[in-house]
């Protein structure tokens, strides 16, 4: 009906309701010269009119809550709704980051125990829960660890390390920082190559950032000896967290050797990921890094009477401020409701986190498993390759369709395209680069096997299926193929006009 | 476990599997590596249970609707229509992902093509992003940006110029995201009414970029500004930090000269949920397009030649462009942006003009009502200002501020916590559900501190 | 997927975590001949199943926030999301009924402006609102005019008149009663056949309940004559507010001569209908039959001080029982969250609900308009002809689909059916009775002129289609037409079994 | 105004119709009967206004969760899990009506269909509708149901007898329900330890209908009740209104031979709320199928052969039948039902057997921890409870209500509210939620009073 929400026209003074200003003509006391004259030209609508927009967008929107969204490295779980409840409370929606400690006792005793938990869970010894994303996570750890070399003088060290392999905010955030990128190509079967990580570090390495289990979702057995490495020629250790959903309780990047870990809240701890965002990356470093980390951090001091009010339990929360910190990464204190609904999650698992990580490998095995061994009587043109042939993989797992693409020309992007039709969010497409014509599977621990059982099931079909359905995919959704070359080149990026009308 | 659907059903799957247990799925991990026992940490809690502790703690902060408060300093006090999150958390919108598959993904897509027309309309520039993390990362990304497409044209390749008056924790951040690209950050001064000191930013003229903020961190609105483009020349990015609320009355930057406008998002959609997520603003003339950090969605056509939206110009980003990418950003605020395009839709031309209206006004009053408090001093009596101003107090501000907190009013911020020169002043923030009983409230609880401590 | 929530196979464990009972063995003081065996077979899910199981169902559910619903009678306006959010607190959600008048002020007030506003709006003197429902209003008035007669020792009157226009629930609900029913049949034009009347009035008339405008949208000019004949024959006047939505501020059931009125607080005052409910339709009635209304009404005091705090604005909130109470007819006290969600919505128009009235009336006019006057370049097979040939409608409208059935075999189901395919829901089909082939509009206040325009555009181009493509209509909804006598025949009204399986 | 699209454009639209003013449109009214003036009412009020008065309101009511609280007396302090208002209230569902054009509502008529099922696994009847207004609404149309299946059958026509601890306020709706068709109720006595007296209950053999309450009004859970059939005999129905959270331990009624079970489905979905919206289950045995009230959804098939639902045997319903209806019943509680589907589904068997075992067990300790209360009696020690029991207070029940209150303690309910002389007998209720800080705080708190009144 109405295309977009410029159609809304609605009568001149159409708009949302407000009680009346305070006082009449306060506009005289702004010079008239800085005067807005004309309005901008936003929609005029009603509440109707938008409740019912906005409701038949999503209808044209998938999600976790509308099927399996097996999107690889980005661990779409479920995200329970008493965590949306609790945000709702006016105890975190209303409140300032610049109140005093002491109206915000309840937020500081969650961050503090948000701090611990993480430092616990990764064997790192401090946490700061500022950096909003992975990405602003591993840009502030790389910030601590610039720090750190140049207190000791270490001045020349200018290059990080990243794998082929890294996911592209690696690169990226150390380069946001003024790094040199040093890539390293993976072993064959897309481990690390501790051959060519020996001869990239150097005097000049300032760091290396790698994840594990690694981006083909299998864990890197060599992880400690690459510590090494890279220890042994003055460089520190970056963990990207993003795959941190696969170990918790059974290893730990402390364990691993590495000095800093980010945590991505919206993957491991369910922070809904909102059609882009918004994240939580919190940043865990080893003692030596801490006096680095953003400020400021939540400390709490035992109170003289153990018992003095509920909130605390005896504890006085504070904010405080590391001793050489590199300031603020977010203007305020990073993204608290993530935090609280990444603490209530984490609350309703306890020490039992380690179940989540069971359950999310046990699914990715058994998903593997079922698309690996299709049953015999389907007619499947080709078989896909393991993009890493591990004998058990993590919480995510790759596959290469270039057999399929070789055999019939269908590429993993028509497997991808095609799944929609089916019901499904596409698996991550082409990610990582090393493995050709890759697809990237993560089903998390919160769906069932029966929701396996389907997928595979449906993935065979479309294996068996005739090529020129799956090229031409998909067929049953809101619009039909996008053409992104057509938006590059047309670059109609507003409505409707070019330029905005004041 | 009401949350892990296949509880009780391992064994049936490592049956199908042929693996014999568990355990067998992390063999993978090096023994020296392995974690012993249970993780050191509390045992699993029930959603009955949760909810009650969260209640608990939650309940204990003060929150800013419990009472009077005159707390704002880059974050809004505001009032978000009850359909706003209501609409927003449909699972649709709350449970998708960067849509990678626009194909299923049109509902956001347009939504954030429509955020993007709003913004532009807003701020006076025909670009803008599906937002950035937080004000602070987006004016410290405008300038990164600004110095990638202009260091090669200018005399002063990477270096930039920003307001002294930048508040101390955003001006943090510009630095983080500067320091190791080699970018020079000068500050210009503000003379004694708060105003930018156009003759030194004349300096800026050469350099890649000027950063200035309207209103500045004290409030003030700043007509001089009007004339930036012409002291700085034509080759000198502007760049401008905008109160986003204040667009309704006053002219949008695009309309005086900035190339970037970047603030604050939150004011439309969210509360200030204590610092986050909220979500940045950023709109830049054409020119800055291709070098720009974050998301961009451009209307497009399906195989049928039906209107479609995707993402676009992602060639910029950093999953593409990896290292050389514009920005490091990937999960982003989208969500709340998709908020703040329902209040902005929700309030319209006319709901803006009067909810910038309100604000001003009650901003006034504050002002008038405290002037005649004796012992207060405004700190520029003669500025304009838009929703905030700074109050100079015969005393310490902090002292000041936990005497009214004993009254019951929440009374703005110290700004000695900035600037340590500025001990006695407080930042008193209005807005649109300031009250004429919370100003007078205000006024009787700073009246009675002026009186005890003096 | 799964097909139903029984498909969900959980281990035998799964289900909703709670905390331990506060004690062992309880069930050791149930005898044993009384403890449950076998425990019912409800599904073994978790959250993230449910959660999409009910989102997915939801996907297959039209409602007002997905597309225009002109279903007539029934007034399906927007429902405001403020009303949504204020329900939620817990002091409307967390209140008990029985609890002290002294902890519900705050409701107690609410219930008090809502008995006020409604009488005044109807020009009644006095209000409950405890019943749940329209339907259950005119119970609770037909049973108050029974006591009322009874207590006259009018015993005799034992029939109720009903127009055959009348909506099934006021036979019933009079029947229920125990009254019989006299239908009188309309004028040719739908109006009140006030001879008809005449000869149906006597001595043993209990009462006669009418609605106006009638179910025909049409305003009845001569209801104040007709009341003026019940009246004089001892009976007493029920107004069926269902159509009250189109007469606030303009004119009442009080002038008219009513003396018993309900309200549907889900139609005219926004109340979500929630796929069939709640609803809520607390009556009106005048002085003498006040004495009768259910128990317990809010009264208020005024307070010595009359500055005592903030809630009671100087008044004494208290619950208040009628001299000769029919007593309850719902257990508590009405459907409080309902009439608190009127509330809202009543403060959003205050005086000014006559605004609403008149949009009401606007719409569908305008509507019906539109559709009696197509493009006269389509090819349209044949018009529809009004149900009643008024000049001006008031908030709905009937059409005949009689000249198109003649025409083409197409029925006013078929119509129904195709408009599905458009994204609309379907007008009320063959109410009232007396309208062949009827279809009833009620656009309500709340749908913008596009809506409507676009609505009559597709309108006229399903009477322009070709006939088999509406007969077979619906053809892009979830399910085809459904067979209802399918269902009928095999009744199967429960998963899978028909026992049930303790 | 944010909620009337066409506000403002009157008159283009009243042009196209060629209608020159509104007031034409309302011209139809003759003028005898037409309102003067504007409505005696307030001025319109803008969202903000009406929240905040909202909260003023609603936030001067003594929530059941702010305290320790223990009444019952057929609704329960429940536990909602998150999910079920948030989904639940998705616009689909909310903002629907009644499914009377199944292909476009599927949804609600499956989760119905669901609804149906679980209900009947829960009672243990093969048939259940889509929920009554509420529980009494959903016994007195069981009564009449029964009657309109029986009174033909059966020597005593129009007869039925209920027993006498029916709560007084549903005994009112059954009275009202049932005065006008000429049904005779005539009532049971219970014995002194609060158990049907089955002698007596034997004369209601050869009547239409039974109607028993299992837990009764004072929590007994009556054994006797098993032999109820065998007493009344086979011609006779059996009605029983149940609490529905007991019947993950309690033998469901259609085990021991109700025909028909009743009773209060709130604990499944929705809070208390003030006492509605809530809703009623209503499950029969096939024979009253045809003759029972409400909606009842049926598995069909499309066009294709597709399973489908729709809405059936609504020939009993008042839109058909008219004056024949089987009940008046039309707007009725479906979003509450579905809210309890949800819930019923989340909790899963072991999650009912957990929450009936929690509510026992908290009743099992709190009437432990009174019994040594001195002054304090039991008013039935020796009787199996469950969520309530009745106890005998030195005193007025609503003066130590009142004291207890004082205390923080919202303490049960004055059973001299239902019974005059029983004005000494609190009814204390106590669910999943009753913890032992509340029960000790409930103790000492009556402990006070009967310290400080004796
Ligand atoms: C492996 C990996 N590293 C880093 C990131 C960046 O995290 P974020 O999106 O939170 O910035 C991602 C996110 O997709 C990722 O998958
Ligand atoms: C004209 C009319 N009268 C009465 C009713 C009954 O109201 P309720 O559904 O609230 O019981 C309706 C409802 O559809 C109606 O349209």
């Known amino acids: 009906m109405t295309d977009t929400i410029f159609d809304f026209n609605g009568s001149k003074n159409a708009g949302w309701s407000q009680p009346l200003p305070l006082t009449e003509n306060s506009s005289s006391h702004i010079p008239e010269s800085l005067r807005r004259n004309r309005l901008p030209d936003w929609p005029r609508a009603s509440e109707p009119e938008l409740v019912r927009h906005y409701t038949k967008l999503s209808q044209k929107n998938f999600g976790i809550d509308t099927g399996f969204y097996p999107l690889g490295s980005c661990t779409m779980k479920h995200n329970p709704r008493l965590n949306e409840k609790i945000v709702q409370n006016p105890g975190i929606d209303r409140i300032h980051p610049l109140q005093p400690e002491d109206q915000v006792q309840g937020l500081l005793a969650i961050y503090y125990e948000m701090q611990e938990m993480l430092a616990i869970c990764s064997g790192m010894d401090a946490v700061t829960l500022q950096p909003v994303a992975g990405a602003q996570g591993e840009f502030t750890a790389i910030r601590c660890i610039q720090e750190y070399h140049r207190e000791r003088g270490d001045n020349h060290r200018d290059k990080v390390i990243v794998p082929d392999s890294a996911h592209g905010t690696n690169p990226a955030s150390a380069s946001m920082c003024g790094y040199q990128i040093i890539e390293i190509p993976s072993a064959h079967d897309g481990r690390i190559d501790l051959d060519a990580l020996r001869s990239a570090v150097g005097e000049d390495t300032a760091a290396m950032m790698i994840t594990n289990p690694s981006t083909l979702g299998v864990f890197e057995p060599e992880i400690a000896e690459a510590a090494e490495i890279v220890h042994s020629a003055g460089g520190q250790m970056y963990y990207d967290g993003a795959n941190f959903n696969a170990i918790l309780g059974k290893t730990d990047p402390g364990r691993m050797g590495f000095d800093a870990v980010h945590y991505n809240l919206h993957k491991t701890f369910s922070q809904p990921h909102g059609g882009g965002g918004p994240g939580s990356g919190p940043i865990g470093v080893k003692d030596h890094l801490s006096k680095f980390l953003p400020t400021p951090l939540v400390g709490r001091k035992e109170l003289p009477h153990g018992d003095i009010g509920t909130v605390g339990d005896g504890f006085w929360y504070h904010w405080d401020s590391p001793a050489s910190s590199i300031g603020k990464v977010q203007q305020w204190n990073g993204n608290a409701g993530a935090v609280v609904r990444a603490w209530a999650f984490y609350r309703r698992y306890g020490r039992d986190l380690e179940k989540m990580s069971e359950h999310a490998v046990l699914n990715a095995n058994y998903l593997r498993f079922r698309i690996m061994n299709p049953n015999p009587d389907l007619n499947i043109h080709v078989m896909p390759i393991e993009g890493c042939p591990a004998e058990v993989v993590k919480h995510e797992f790759t596959l290469s369709m270039s057999p399929l693409k070789d055999a019939t020309g269908v590429t993993g992007k028509d497997v991808a395209k095609r799944l929609l039709d089916f019901g499904y969010m596409a698996p991550t497409l082409y990610f990582p680069q090393i493995v050709p014509e890759c697809l990237m599977f993560e089903p998390t621990e919160t769906e069932s096997k029966e929701v396996l059982d389907k997928f595979a099931e449906d993935f065979h079909a479309i294996l068996a299926e005739d090529p020129d359905i799956v090229l031409n995919a998909p067929h049953t959704t809101p619009v039909g193929r996008v053409d992104e070359v057509w938006a590059a080149r047309n670059l109609i990026l507003r409505y409707p006009k070019d330029e905005p009308s004041s | ?454």
């Open chain 2, 1 to 454: 476990m009401d949350q892990l659907p296949n509880l009780g059903r391992e064994q049936e799957m490592l049956d199908i599997m042929g693996v014999s247990s568990m355990k067998d799925l992390f063999e993978d991990i090096p023994v020296e590596i392995r974690s012993e026992g249970t993780l050191p940490l509390p045992p699993p809690q029930t959603e009955e249970e949760i909810l009650r502790d969260a209640e608990r703690l939650l309940g204990a902060n003060v929150n800013l609707d419990s009472r009077p408060s005159f707390i704002s300093a880059g974050l809004a006090r505001n009032f978000v229509p009850s359909m706003v999150p209501m609409i927003a958390t449909r699972g649709e919108f709350l449970t998708s992902y960067t849509p990678y598959q626009p194909e299923v993904s049109q509902g956001m897509l347009q939504a954030m093509w429509e955020f993007q027309t709003m913004i532009s309309e807003l701020v006076g520039l025909p670009i803008s992003n599906v937002s950035m993390y937080d004000a602070s990362t987006s004016a410290a990304e405008a300038i990164t940006c600004a110095v990638r497409v202009k260091s090669k044209k200018v005399e002063m390749p990477n270096t930039v110029y920003v307001s002294e008056l930048v508040p101390p924790h955003r001006m943090s951040v510009i630095e983080n995201y500067t320091q190791g690209v080699g970018i020079e950050i000068r500050k210009i001064p503000h003379d004694e009414d708060g105003f930018l000191d156009l003759n030194l930013a004349a300096e800026a003229s050469g350099s890649c970029a000027i950063y200035v903020e309207q209103p500045n961190a004290f409030g003030i609105l700043d007509e001089g500004l009007l004339r930036l483009r012409e002291v700085v020349g034509d080759k000198t990015a502007i760049i401008v930090g905008a109160d986003v609320t204040s667009l309704g009355i006053v002219e949008p930057p695009g309309n005086w000269g900035a190339d970037i406008v970047v603030g604050e998002g939150q004011p439309f959609g969210i509360g200030p949920t204590a610092g986050g997520p909220i979500y940045g603003i950023f709109a830049c003339k054409k020119d800055f397009l291709r070098l720009m950090p974050g998301r961009i969605v451009g209307q497009s056509i399906d195989t049928e030649g039906k209107t479609a939206y995707t993402l676009t110009l992602s060639t910029r980003e950093q999953h593409i462009r990896r290292h050389r990418a514009t920005s490091n950003i990937c999960s982003n605020e989208t969500l709340i942006a998709l908020m703040g395009a329902m209040h902005m839709a929700l309030l319209g031309p006319v709901g803006l003009e009067t909810l910038s209206t309100r604000i001003l006004s009650s901003t006034r009053m504050t002002i008038d009502e405290l002037s005649s408090v004796e012992g207060l001093e405004l700190a520029f009596p003669k500025s304009p200002v838009f929703r905030e101003f700074a109050v100079k107090v015969p005393g310490k501000a902090s002292e000041a501020l936990s005497h009214i907190f004993e009254l019951g009013v929440i009374g703005g911020f110290d700004l000695g916590e900035w600037w340590p020169d500025r001990g006695s002043w407080i930042l008193i923030g209005c807005d649109e559900r300031t009250s004429e009983s919370d100003i007078s409230l205000l006024k009787k609880s700073l009246t009675s501190w002026v009186e005890e401590s003096s």
